[in-house]
């Protein structure tokens, strides 16, 4: 009797489908008009790509779930925010918002949406499995929380185009021989200004006048609302306007378990390089939210002259109080206030210490 021959691979083809994989893992490439997917199932290897239009891909999305006991997904941060990782939460994937970074690690020269999808979906599969390191998240801010950072940022986008606008009428006034400062536009430097120009050049700064009026009272407002909002009592020297952009850059400040976390999350620690017996170190890393640095470095010098009794303070005096210092030597003692400002400042904030334990003297009280 003969027996009948058995196909092993439709065999497996069949098992595989029959197969329900626990995990689903999802590397997206987001752009304006497509997304595209390379899914991993399980610890099998990267399927091809695909690409969907938005819609077509939260449905496919829908299917996803509905094969899998969990399904997952990362893409990197950029110009479209947070509403995707907002969709795919409120459809149950487990998504996160990953740090950009260059995905052709070897410099292969090979390098398009494919094989970016493929890399995110490959890191993401190792940080499923435990190895947290192989992808740096971002932290999602709550809707209120983007809403508060976005009025704050705007201000700062209002800001620096007043000053590209005044550099291109200052531009423009050198190329006629005329050398400005800032404020050519305002007032009665404007008045003394005008009467000594030609008609078709006040005709043509007129245009960058009215650009910069509006602008200015749109900045003012601004800043106006923002110190507006600030708490009555904060340390002296600590305005309304640095708060704010403070607060709304950190978010919540409960987001940090220790020190190390918030002086890491300023980008204001210093750098080192090791290799055996070798040991350098480098300058500041500026990795995190150079809008908070900024802010911080600038409340840094303002707590030289307004808390000059501070432990902070007191502690760099006789670097920042020593007119024989360099200016290479009072910048360092700064970046560390600025440094150590924050890790205070989330001290206070979070109920850890009082204000009279750091030394401050609080307004508003």
Not at 190 to 217: D, K, M
Not at 244 to 267: A, H, I, L
Not at 282 to 311: D, F, M, Y
Request: hydrophobic content about 40%.
């Amino acid at each position: 009797m003969l027996k009948q021959k058995t196909n092993t691979a439709k065999v497996r083809v069949a098992q595989v489908a029959n197969t329900k994989p626990q995990t689903i893992k999802l590397g997206l490439d987001v752009h304006a008009d497509t997304i595209v997917v390379v899914r991993i199932l399980d610890h099998s290897a990267p399927q091809p790509a695909q690409k969907f239009t938005p819609a077509k891909f939260g449905e496919w999305v829908k299917t996803q779930l509905a094969q899998a006991a969990q399904v997952h997904s990362c893409y990197e941060a950029g110009p479209f925010g947070y509403g995707l990782h907002r969709e795919l939460s409120a459809l149950g994937v487990r998504n996160l918002v990953v740090q950009p970074v260059c995905l052709d690690e070897r410099h292969t020269g090979v390098n398009h949406d494919k094989s970016d999808a493929k890399e995110l979906a490959l890191r993401l599969d190792r940080y499923v499995s435990g190895n947290t390191h192989a992808l740096a998240t971002v932290r999602v801010p709550t809707p209120a929380e983007e809403q508060k950072r976005i009025a704050s940022r705007q201000r700062e986008q209002l800001k620096r185009e007043v000053k590209r606008l005044a550099a291109q009428g200052r531009s423009l006034l050198l190329t006629q021989g005329r050398r400005e400062k800032r404020g050519w536009w305002e007032g009665r430097r404007w008045e003394s200004l005008h009467v000594q120009l030609p008609a078709w050049l006040v005709e043509r700064l007129a245009v960058f006048r009215r650009l910069l009026a509006s602008l200015t009272a749109e900045l003012d407002a601004a800043t106006a609302a923002l110190e507006a909002a600030a708490p009555a009592a904060r340390p002296k020297g600590l305005g309304g306007l640095t708060y704010e952009v403070v607060q709304r850059e950190v978010g919540d400040w409960d987001r940090f378990d220790n020190r190390r976390q918030v002086g890491s999350y300023t980008g204001l620690c210093g750098g080192i390089s090791s290799s055996g017996h070798s040991h350098r170190l480098l300058s500041i890393t500026k990795h995190g939210n150079v809008r908070l640095r900024t802010a911080l470095v600038e409340l840094a010098w303002r707590l030289v002259l307004w808390q000059p009794q501070c432990k902070l303070v007191q502690k760099w005096r006789p670097v920042v109080g020593n007119p024989k210092a360099t200016r290479a030597a009072r910048k360092k003692a700064v970046v560390a206030i600025a440094r150590q400002m924050a890790v205070d400042l989330w001290r206070w904030r979070t109920g850890r210490v009082p204000p009279a334990d750091l030394g401050w003297q609080m307004i508003g009280v």
